[in-house]
């Protein structure tokens, strides 16, 4: 799949993102080949445009801190957090008062890590399980750009979608919501060949 296309897949999973934690704002980085540095591939919301394309080594910041670690983390106070890169918040022009973050995987290993920034908080439901099931489908869509239009190796659908059958509604409506957006990407795309 070509970068561009690659990039509106992201950019669309970030306003997903976005939209489904009521936040300010969204940012997707991405792993580099050197697994010294996160290079932030999109974002939405707040920040937005000056975010993408920022790389930061991954010794630095929460975001650095959840893709070494392998951990998703809640922080309700970032500027009381020694983790957080103050300087490179304000280089975007947007510093927030909370971030949630997990790590997406892929066999096991860290490529990359999902922010959700200043989110609104709903009764009832969990946002750390929710990001982490976020996660997990953005990194699906990164593997499904990287290799082709079938599933990554190793994925079986059966038991993938097993397991979104256990889900509560909530975490239901993500995954459905995550697939429409892919599969609308895809059509506008010209459907799977447009994958390639």
């Known amino acids: 799949m070509a970068a561009q296309h690659v990039d509106a897949l992201l950019t669309s999973l970030t306003e997903l993102g ?40 991954v010794s630095r ?3 650095g801190w959840v893709v070494s670690s392998g951990q998703p983390i809640a922080v309700h106070d970032v500027r009381a957090d020694p983790r957080f890169a103050v300087d490179v918040a304000e280089s975007t022009g947007y510093v927030p008062r909370s971030i949630l ?14 922010e959700v920034l200043d989110r609104q908080a709903v009764d009832g439901r969990d946002d750390m399980d929710l ?4 996660a997990d489908q953005a990194a699906l869509a990164i593997g499904l750009a990287r290799t082709s239009p079938t599933a990554p190796p190793g994925t079986d ?8 059958s256990r889900l509560g509604a909530a975490e239901q409506r993500v995954v459905v919501g995550l697939l429409s957006e ?11 060949a447009g994958l390639v």
């Open 157 to 164: 659908p059966a038991a993938v979608l097993a397991q979104v």
């Open 182 to 192: 892919f599969l609308a990407y895809v059509g506008r795309r010209g459907g799977p």
């Open 101 to 114: 973050a997990a790590p997406m995987t892929a066999s096991g290993e860290a490529i990359g890590v999902v």
């Open 18 to 57: 976005r939209r489904v934690f009521g936040a300010a704002a969204c940012s997707l980085a991405v792993l580099e080949p050197d697994d010294e540095h996160l290079v932030f591939r999109a974002a939405s919301g707040a920040g937005a445009d000056e975010v993408v394309g920022l790389r930061l080594p």
């Open 61 to 63: 910041g929460i975001a």
């Open 131 to 134: 990001l982490t099931l976020f």
